[in-house]
């Protein structure tokens, strides 16, 4: 699965460690989900969704396989 | 116990238990003259005692308190934590399964056989633990 997660926090001029803080998880997980080797659970993207206010769709798209 | 020590309330009991059972089984050791038993019985209550001071030294610093809740809760550290548990289930059954033919052609039957009755237990667990969780969810 895709996302756009690292586009809109530089959008909103945010490091690594500010996203993580605002969505309370580790910059690990960010970096990781960020890098696409993890894929959020549903709570994680409702909450990055929230936080960013746009819908889940337009944070994380499905690979076409 | 202030706020902050809440957090750590649940780990605190479980290793003051710890340290209960390691004194207990230290004196047991001692009592019986049995080193085996004494040295396990000092190695857990010494571990239960370190784990304890950490949690207090932590619980007086609310940004690592803060750090340590977000830590626990983390969804990919969760989500390793499971596949951790199952890769580790599976290791150990072929671990298992490779010691039990091992022992045997070695002709140690009776470390095979209690090798092979620890896979065998594993086994029922997880079918056990699967049964009823696919009844919960």
Partial sequence: ?????????????????????????????IISL?????????????????FFCRPIEELFEMDDE | MNSNMKVFKDKILYFAILVIAGIS??????????????GIGIGLAVV??????????????????KRYKIANNDDRLKSLTQKAGQLTLFITVIAGLIAVAGFGLAGMRTVSL???????????????VYYVLQHKY
């Fill in chain 2, 25 to 38: 089984l230290s004196i047991a050791g001692f009592t019986c003259a049995n080193d085996y038993v004494k």
């Fill in chain 2, 48 to 65: 239960g005692v370190l784990k304890i001071a950490q949690y207090l030294l932590i619980s007086r610093d609310p940004e690592k308190v």
């Fill in chain 2, 114 to 128: 209690i090798i092979s009755l620890v896979v065998c237990a594993q086994t029922l667990v997880y079918t056990g």
């Fill in chain 1, 34 to 50: 960020e890098n696409g080797r993890y894929t959020a659970s549903l709570p994680l993207a409702f909450k990055l969704s929230a």
């Fill in chain 1, 1 to 29: 699965m895709k996302n756009h997660i690292a586009e809109l926090r530089k959008n909103e001029g945010l490091t690594q460690q500010q996203l993580a803080d605002a969505v309370a998880v580790t910059r690990q997980t």
